[in-house]
Antibody, heavy 116, light 113 residues
């Protein structure tokens, strides 16, 4: 069974960088593609991007200039950074695993609030 | 970007009755080379992450009850719950993985009448 768990600060100040980590168990991060998705309060799901161990990355153009993702194979984790955050970045952030072409497994999600 | 539009935004159905949720994409998500529709449905209950129900528009995920059925092709898709159970109360999202940026519908909130 694949388990994903997001971690990171729940409160970030405007203009700072949001940094989250997803810890994976039950699968190797070198074998799959991984994504981040977020859900702002009262809104629907928004795709942030994906990456793979092989170096393939894709970021949503709406966030592209501010987003970066990375993998840590020694810890079987992957990470998300969103720079220069504003209140519109307040959301529940989910990490997720791709099974072939389908987003099959999701973490529980972590609420990140951007506020001074 | 492919825009996914669901209807209705909310739906109240009696226990044991049929629930139907529609999803329309702004362009086709049918890939002609393999004849597959790159369309999935997710169920999200309060405080939980989205759960994959259906992929390739009509393939039920392992463990998903057979009362959940996905149908449609091209730009028009439907999720049908044949006999609503209390545990089906949730928000349902359609999702296209045909082209990036991948996008989701706005969600349909399903409640018991």
């Amino acid at each position: 069974q694949v388990l994903l768990q997001e971690s990171g600060p729940g409160l970030v100040k405007p203009s700072e960088t949001l940094s989250l980590t997803c810890s994976v168990s039950g699968a190797s991060i070198t074998d799959h593609y991984w994504s981040w998705i977020r859900r702002p309060p009262g809104k629907g799901l928004e795709y942030i991007g994906y990456m793979s161990y092989g170096g393939s990355t894709n970021y949503n153009p709406s966030l592209k200039s501010r987003v970066s993702m990375s993998l840590d194979t020694s810890k079987n984790q992957f990470s998300l950074n969103v720079a220069s955050v504003t209140t519109t970045d307040t959301a529940v952030y989910y990490c997720a695993k791709w099974r072939g072409d389908v987003l099959s497994d999701w973490g529980q999600g972590i609420l990140v609030t951007v506020s001074s | 970007d492919i825009v996914m539009t669901q209807s209705p935004d909310s739906l109240a159905v009696s226990l044991g009755e049929r629930a139907t949720i529609n999803c329309k994409s702004s362009q086709s998500v049918l890939y002609s080379s393999n004849n597959k529709n790159y369309l999935a449905w997710y169920q999200q209950k309060p405080g939980q992450p989205p759960k994959l129900l259906i992929y390739w528009a009509s393939t039920r995920e392992s463990g998903v009850p057979d009362r959940f059925r996905g149908s449609g092709s091209g730009t028009d898709f439907t999720l049908t719950i044949s006999s609503l159970q209390a545990e089906d109360v949730a928000v349902y999202y359609c999702h296209q993985y045909y082209s990036t940026p991948y996008t989701f519908g706005q969600g349909t909130k399903l409640e018991i009448k």
